[in-house]
């Protein structure tokens, strides 16, 4: 008689656990599995190292996150934000966390909501800094949310948001592939647009690089 509820007791554990286990990742389990049992530090060097990634919203959050810590592992950065200060902070973080002196951060500060001419100037600024090479990967992090009802908040809010997180990567993307600063060839192009990641963990958050970065192409990532 005891046996059917020792037998319903561990079934009960059991999903439990697994519950506890799905909700403490947060994110895609295999995501979670390859961090977990896959990535080492030799890996992720292999990975980044020599790698020129741009990252917009740069400046807190994912953005920071993910600067911090490709450029633990080799990676040359351009770093964009609106704040100088503040892209100058990050910039100052990646510099004393690393002890590849050949790799290069710099900074290109630029408003999503800036006029079109802005974005072309950018473009020009980015290429000055790079030079004969091209991005290996873009970042497309800045991003803006509301969590007022959409009966409830002005039109000029929802303007601003669709500039952030959907026109402003949408014109970045174009110039970029025009410009040739972005290598077409090997594998694919992809734009990829991920709410999930707001809510992601650390470890996430460099995992997404890598794992554009592995297909040896340059993706672009865009985060609303």
């Known amino acids: 008689m005891i046996v059917p509820y020792v037998a319903n007791a561990v079934a009960l554990g059991s999903a439990a656990f697994a519950i506890a286990f799905a909700a403490s990742m947060d994110a895609n389990p295999s995501l979670y599995l390859f961090d977990r049992f896959f990535v080492s530090e030799q890996r992720l060097k292999t990975f980044f190292e020599g790698k020129t990634i741009w990252i917009t919203g740069a400046s807190s959050g994912i953005g920071k996150e993910i600067a911090l810590r490709t450029s633990r592992y080799g990676a040359n950065l351009i770093l964009t934000g609106r704040s100088s200060e503040r892209l100058q902070i990050v910039k100052d973080a ?18 999503m909501t800036a006029p079109e001419d ?13 030079g004969d090479h091209v991005l ?18 002005p039109f000029s809010t929802t303007s601003e948001i669709f500039q952030i997180n959907a026109l402003a990567p949408i014109s970045l993307s174009q110039k970029l592939l025009d410009r040739g600063i972005i290598k077409k060839g090997k594998g694919k ?14 470890w996430l958050a460099s995992f997404v690089v890598i794992r554009c970065l592995k297909t040896r192409t340059s993706w672009i990532l865009q985060y609303a």
């Open 118 to 130: 802005e974005f072309d100037k950018a473009i020009f600024d980015l290429e000055k800094i790079l």
């Open 136 to 153: 290996d990967c873009v970042v497309l992090n800045a991003g803006r949310g509301q969590l007022k009802p959409a009966d409830a908040t």
């Open 189 to 202: 192009l992809q734009q990829q647009l991920c709410n999930i990641f707001c809510r992601c963990p650390r």
């Open 94 to 111: 990646c510099s004393s966390s690393n002890q590849n002196n050949g790799r290069t951060i710099s900074i290109l500060p630029l408003d």
